[in-house]
């Protein structure tokens, strides 16, 4: 059993060291579910002579008003052999073998952390007594309860206290050590009324009662010691401590110890409750006590600490990986931040997040649809076929087929196909620039740095408008192709179809008639449908080519040429993550490493069993 208050103190002492002092916190806390016994009394209610009497050494600083100013938190292993010495965890290699130098280092370290003024500090001091002459046992004591502040003092202090006494005792894994004196009316008591508060049934607290013997003669506390004045679930205990003048005189605390046993077995009234009396059976019964609550706790500890553990590691994935300090981390954080949204880009154009079916419905739906939409009755209306027919004959009419008039005619309808697609070309930029959006919405880690993701962004949109005007160039040349080159097969029919209307002596004015006109007009139109036909095939496949193809593929290739010629001081620009930030993932990873720690030793204690 004694491993289990061993692993209480192991875990006590670790929160301090990383920071849990079970304070209001955005951070879980375990300190807070770790079962204590606190120490509580008013000022000179005896409680620092208790305290002394339990370890048996003068330890602990006095004076007058209010002396001690941090939480004191006491942790006890009994030890074989006769050495005695202590060490705290602020000074972790120092053993104290004086304990009128452990007196001094507590005092000294309340100043450090309070200053020389009489303030307070909720920080705890972590001090460990190793002795055969105690029990395994954990105490926090606490700062004294007062009504007054005294000079050089706040007037908020008498509230402070109390604030910080009850914010140890109101959690339902503390025991309550209240300490009052025998020689004043336990109705006044500051222990016993701040105990009931936090503890009604007195299911949690032991009372401990001081001074007994310093009680007027015909008066005695055995009603107190009895429950009947008042009832606690647990047992109350009284204790003789050192007078000031035995203090003074450097009493030994054995002999001390040894006069308070035949206090209790010679005083009549006490005499039949000598055997559950005492300073050593209070530290006794409060080891066993503390055995108890601490055995019970463990399966709910374990159960806080994996969901705990959980939630930090959830947590810290959410804000990313600490930054590196050189220059080379630096680069490899940005190079990498930019791969995962350059992954996470892929994955939309390929199908894998919706987006870039966006891209489909362009050449499926949008291009063909406009170039359904051309009208070309007005290129090959009869009036205008008849002059550009004419027109192209000059002053020598054609022979057999008035071949610069088609060409005239087509060239008039081709272009008009330059329009659809430059919008396709366009509508395909602007859904690739959506899906910039949102890969970097969906890259978590570009949230940490607000300047790398606007960086990214316009290093993207650049690249994009570059593949833009690249399709473009590309695209409008397979339409000048087509006006360049005429398919030829199309129009060796035509001759044939030529004589078919007509016969060819008839006057050269005379094939300008209506049906030999329409005719032209009907075989334009064809070989445009052909042309269009054509187009709606490979007007797409360039875009895919110069756009889509190129955005997978070196979408932030200028953006990496451009980082690696830049400073540290640059790269550090990039990674401007909020100082909030960082400091939370600081204190996150500390408490994964508390809880860590934690679950590997309650799993020792709990597999030793």
């Not at 193809?549 to 200028?558: F, G, I, N, Q, V």
Request: charged share 30%; net charge neutral; with cysteine.
């Amino acid at each position: 059993m004694e491993n289990l208050i061993s692993l209480v103190n192991k875990l006590q002492r670790a929160c301090t060291a990383l920071g849990d002092h079970g304070e209001e916190s955005a951070l879980p806390t375990l300190w807070d579910s770790l079962p204590a016994i606190a120490v509580v009394g008013g000022q000179s209610s005896g409680k620092s002579s208790v305290l002394e009497s339990v370890v048996g050494k003068d330890f602990l600083p006095r004076g007058s008003g209010i002396v001690t100013r941090r939480p004191l938190v006491l942790q006890l292993h009994r030890i074989d052999g006769d050495r005695e010495y202590a060490e705290f965890m602020h000074l972790p290699r120092k053993r104290f073998t004086d304990f009128a130098l452990v007196r001094k280092e507590i005092a000294d370290e309340t100043d450090r952390e309070t200053g020389r003024s009489k303030q307070i500090s909720s920080v705890p001091i972590h001090l460990s007594i190793y002795s055969p002459n105690v029990v395994n046992l954990t105490l926090i004591d606490l700062p004294g309860l007062t009504k007054v502040a005294v000079e050089g003092q706040p007037d908020s202090i008498v509230q402070d206290i109390e604030n910080m006494v009850r914010s140890f005792i109101e959690k339902p894994n503390c025991i309550i050590l209240a300490v009052s004196p025998a020689n004043q009316d336990l109705a006044t008591s500051d222990a016993i009324k701040i105990s009931r508060e936090v503890d009604p049934k007195g299911e949690r607290t032991f009372g401990v009662l001081t001074k007994i013997d310093l009680m007027d003669k015909g008066t005695d506390a055995v009603d107190i010691l009895e429950g009947r004045s008042y009832r606690l679930q647990q047992q109350w205990i009284g204790v003789v401590n050192r007078s000031q003048q035995d203090i003074n005189k450097n009493v030994d605390m054995i002999a001390a110890r040894r006069r308070e046993r035949e206090y209790f077995s010679t005083t009549p009234e006490y005499k039949h409750l000598a055997h559950r009396m005492g300073s050593e059976h209070l530290a006794k019964s409060l080891s066993k006590h503390l055995e108890t609550v601490i055995k019970s706790r463990i399966p709910g500890l374990q159960s806080l600490i994996t969901k705990t553990i959980a939630e930090l590691e959830t947590e810290l994935n959410r804000l990313g990986k600490p930054i590196a300090t050189d220059a080379g981390g630096k680069l490899y954080t940005i190079m990498e931040i930019c791969r995962m949204f350059d992954g996470i880009y892929k994955e939309h154009l390929d199908g894998v997040r919706p987006g870039g079916e966006k891209i489909y419905h362009v050449f499926d739906n949008q291009f063909p649809v406009a170039i359904k939409r051309l009208q070309f009755d007005k290129q090959l209306a009869m009036e205008n076929v008849k002059k550009l027919i004419t027109e192209a004959d000059g002053y020598q009419p054609h022979l057999i087929a008035p071949e610069q008039g088609y060409r005239r005619l087509i060239e008039s309808c081709l272009v008009s196909i330059r329009g659809p697609a430059e919008a396709a070309v366009d509508a395909v930029h602007a859904i690739l620039k959506e899906l910039v959006h949102k890969a970097i919405n969906e890259t978590h880690e570009l949230k940490q740095f607000p300047t790398l993701r606007a960086e990214v962004g316009n290093a993207a949109f650049e690249s994009l408008d570059r593949m833009r005007d690249e399709s473009k160039k590309n695209t409008l040349k397979l339409v000048d192709m087509e006006c360049s080159y005429l398919t030829v097969d199309f129009f060796r029919k035509l001759p044939q179809d030529v004589e078919k209307g007509g016969n060819p002596s008839h006057s050269i004015f005379d094939r300008y008639n209506d049906s030999y006109l329409r005719r032209i007009g009907t075989t334009v139109l064809a070989y445009i449908n052909m042309v269009c036909s054509t187009l709606r095939n490979s007007i797409p496949k360039s875009i895919v080519y110069c756009q889509v193809r190129e955005a997978k593929r070196s979408l932030l290739d200028h953006f990496f040429t451009e980082l690696g010629a830049r400073e540290i001081k640059q790269l550090s620009k990039l990674l401007d993550e909020d100082p909030a930030v960082m400091e939370r993932r600081t204190n996150l990873a500390k408490r994964l490493e508390l809880y860590r720690s934690a679950q590997a030793e309650i799993d020792a204690v709990a597999w030793s069993k």
